[in-house]
Nanobody
């Protein structure tokens, strides 16, 4: 499974960015898709996840500001980030929990990360 993330960049506080991550390869099914982030000197943390049925989960720090969505036909997950704060600065990683074969267990796959920098 290959995950190609895009959309990161430099934005001023209060601005918006939209991240995208497309999964490709011989995928049987994708269950959960999500975004995680890692700020300098900190551990990677969950930002948001979305199931194949559309159920979402958000970190408290981004609730009301970020929106996760997915296009199942395109195996793509999005993260709309509004009202960005300097503390949102981090490398953002997309993650998918996928099954490559009907008889195989699910596994987690990670994208390469995209840098989001929010200036004050």
């Amino acid at each position: 499974v290959q995950l190609q993330a895009s959309g990161g960049g430099l934005v001023q506080a209060g601005g918006s960015l939209r991240l995208s991550c497309a999964a490709s390869g011989r995928i049987f099914s994708i269950n959960v898709m999500g975004w995680y982030r890692q700020a300098p000197g900190k551990q990677r943390e969950l930002v948001a996840t979305i199931t194949s049925g559309g159920a979402t989960n958000y970190a408290d720090s981004v609730k009301g500001r970020f929106t996760i969505s997915r296009d199942n036909a395109k195996n793509t997950v999005y993260l709309q980030m509004n009202s960005l704060k300097p503390e949102d600065t981090a490398v953002y990683y997309c993650n998918v929990r996928a099954r490559l074969n009907i008889n195989w267990a699910q596994s987690d796959y990670w994208g390469q990360g995209t840098l989001v920098t929010v200036s004050s």
